[in-house]
């Protein structure tokens, strides 16, 4: 069967790919704005092929001839309204997915925890865009939308200033509160699951009326104490200082990292969901029944980040 990846350039896609090309049944083909990001590994794989397609355009996408797609919605930080762009490229996505796909097997969605809200979420609405609109498509038998944790991976920005000047900065607060966290290599894993499932033929169908279907994916729950001990067991540093940014300062953090002003407000927003006033803090539900507990810990990935590994 073949298995469409959209785009095929982020981490999660990447790490998604390599274990689709190890299975036997599977053929992939990845959308990359830059054909230059296709890895080589990639590339000398007779299973895969890559086309050049912007989600950002229609006209460069063609989904001819796929069984299965999965549709990752990226972030944008070069100041335009997130939430328009989102809307947009979930909109030209599902569009070329009716327009050029007769018979999708199944369709897997990445979104986020939160996804299911539509206010309150700042920067996770952009996931939730693409749960309603690609979600949503007729042309696919079955939708699977997965929800990830907090990306353990996120804490590789501590590493530079670790490093440097033996502090890290925390937007999470206070630093005893604890999140659920996963790694990329678990979300990928989930992905390549729900895609293989059908491709090797021992799949069961969703229930009827389940779809699109929703399931969460975590980990274990770390807090920034967490996160200041597991450095200092990996570095060695002793005393490792944090600075924690409160609630009201969020903003001003990420607009001071660079972030273009509306684009540092809705991850402001998604930064206060989480912690205590937040949506999601106050107001968990409604979850899926189905929340998958994943096993990596946070000491394995800050070791591979501290050692320069985990980077595409």
């Avoid at 049944?25 to 895969?48: D, H, I, Q, T």
């Avoid at 600075?243 to 990292?257: L, S, T, W």
Wanted: charge should be negative; proline fraction near 6%.
């Amino acid at each position: 069967m073949q298995i469409t990846v959209i785009p095929a350039s982020t981490r999660v896609a990447t790490q998604t790919i390599r274990i689709l090309l190890a299975d036997p049944s599977a053929s992939v083909v990845g959308f990359y704005r830059n054909p230059s990001k296709v890895p080589a590994e990639f590339l000398s794989n007779p299973k895969f092929s890559a086309k050049q397609g912007d989600i950002e355009d229609a006209s460069t996408l063609d989904f001819s001839g796929s069984d299965l797609i999965l549709s990752i919605t990226p972030m944008w930080y070069d100041g335009r309204d997130i939430m328009t762009v989102a809307k947009e490229v979930s909109w030209n996505v599902r569009n070329k997915i009716e327009e050029t796909c007769d018979d999708i097997q199944r369709l897997v969605v990445l979104s986020s925890m939160g996804g299911q809200y539509d206010e309150g979420t700042g920067a996770i609405l952009t996931n939730h865009a693409a749960e309603e609109i690609i979600g949503a498509t007729k042309n696919a038998k079955e939708a699977v939308i997965v929800r990830p944790a907090y990306f353990m991976e996120n804490w590789g920005e501590a590493v530079g200033t670790i490093k440097s000047d033996g502090y890290f900065f925390s937007t999470f607060t206070p630093a005893s509160f604890q999140i659920p966290h996963i790694a990329i290599k678990d979300i990928a894993s989930t992905l390549a699951s729900e895609l293989l499932s059908i491709s090797g033929g021992t799949h069961s169908p969703l229930p009827a009326g389940s779809s699109p279907y929703a399931l969460e994916i975590q980990g274990p729950k770390y807090s920034t104490e967490d996160v200041k001990r597991i450095f200092e067991e990996v570095s060695g540093k002793k005393d490792i200082q944090v600075k924690e940014i409160p609630k009201e300062g969020v903003q001003g953090f990420y607009e001071a990292a660079g972030f273009p002003p509306n684009v540092a407000k809705p991850f402001a927003e998604m930064n206060n969901s989480i912690i205590e006033g937040g949506k999601l803090f106050e107001s968990p539900e409604p979850r899926t029944k189905d929340v998958r507990i994943m096993r990596t810990e946070l000491k394995d990935v800050i070791k591979e980040l501290w050692n320069g590994a985990g980077k595409e």
